[in-house]
């Protein structure tokens, strides 16, 4: 069941000047030795702006992010060193990870916000990570991620200003279309239908899959206007496989086939932020999106609702698929593809 969302996120100086008028003082003579530090000075030491106590233990790195208003959700020990799991009491549902040096006290963040899946240390200073894809930022789930973060630098590493402190490499994220994907608005329980309208530009068949752009609604002002909060974005998309038919449906949520009329007013702000003159009424037709490719047959589009699906028989070459998102003319025509892929040994194992 879809829920529905609305898109919208001294005193220093003065104390030296006085200092410097007052006649010299004989240094006090010191007859006993400083006190010793007591384990309570020294976590409080390290709960401070810095690791000053060395090397860094569990407890002064939960000391040490508490002060800074985190909590520590999970510390893992590698060689010394710890990788630390952390975030806002509340938002329990999303971390952000660091590199804690223990010798020195370096401190590298690796991840920004993020709801992970699984994550693991695969050597000093470097995290495979997984996500779920959805955003810690924005009402959105995009796809699961999958990437590898390492530190650059030793523990004593200073990095230039201009310089990152760490190397990420991403991963594809390739999908069983057995299973079913949903990408878009998300209200963190789930699905969530938004008030975003969007007329389908162009579709179409590729070698390895299929291509769609999208331009505003031209029903109404309204829904023209709903297109260009913050940025533009491609429909919420869901996914369906039966496989007994082998038939892959895509379904594009709150898309039309066809928007506009002659003479729409429209047409004079669509020029005016770079679109082809006169668009609208803008239409693309129903029924067949041309021949079959290695990896579908029987492609078909039409209008279902407030919807436009898609549907395609897929070959028995079409082992797994992503989708790859873009925006053309200055943000303005969001677009996706969808592309399949051969089984793999090198990638998917050998039996």
């Known amino acids: 069941m879809k829920k529905l969302l609305f898109t919208g996120l001294s005193a220093l100086t003065l104390a030296a000047l006085l200092a410097a008028c007052a006649p010299e003082a004989p240094a006090p003579v010191q007859t006993t030795p400083p006190p010793e530090t007591t384990p309570a000075q020294t976590e409080n030491q390290a709960a401070g702006d810095s690791f000053l ?27 010394g060193d710890f990788l630390v799991e952390y975030g806002y009491a509340s938002d329990p549902d999303t971390s952000m990870l660091d590199w804690v040096f223990g010798a020195t006290g370096r401190r590298v963040q690796l991840t920004a916000m993020d709801q992970f899946e699984a994550y693991e240390i695969i050597a000093a200073g470097q995290v495979r990570c997984t996500t ?10 995009g796809l699961p991620e999958t990437y590898t973060v390492r530190v650059l630098g030793d523990q004593d590493g200073v990095i230039d200003s201009n310089w990152t402190e760490t190397e990420t490499t991403h991963e594809t994220a390739w999908l069983d279309p057995a299973e079913p994907l949903y ?9 969530a239908a938004s008030d975003r309208w969007e ?64 003479g729409s007013a429209l047409n004079g702000d669509l020029a005016a932020m770079g679109y082809p003159e006169n668009l609208y009424p803008c239409s693309f037709p129903a029924g067949s999106l041309g021949r079959d490719s290695h990896f579908l047959t029987d492609v078909t589009i039409q209008e279902e609702g407030e919807d436009v699906v898609v549907s395609a028989v897929l070959t028995e070459r079409a082992y797994r698929f992503t989708v790859e998102t873009s925006n053309l003319g200055y943000d303005n025509i969001p677009s996706f593809r969808i592309i399949f892929r051969e089984q793999n040994p090198d990638m998917d194992g050998r039996d």
């Open 183 to 191: 990408l878009g608005y998300w209200d963190g329980d789930g699905p």
């Open 199 to 262: 007329q389908l530009y162009d579709a179409r068949i590729d070698a390895d899959g299929l291509s769609f752009s999208f331009i505003p609604n031209g029903d109404s002002l309204e829904r023209f206007q709903s297109f260009f909060p913050a940025a533009t974005t491609t429909p919420s998309l869901e996914t369906s496989y039966d496989p007994d038919t082998r038939r892959f449906t895509l379904r594009l949520y709150n898309t039309s086939l066809e928007s506009g009329t002659t």
């Open 53 to 79: 106590a060395l090397p860094v233990t569990e407890e002064s790195i939960r000391a040490f992010y508490g002060q800074e208003g985190y909590e520590v959700r999970k510390l893992t020990p590698y060689e």
């Open 132 to 141: 779920t894809g959805q955003s810690a930022v924005v009402p959105w789930k």
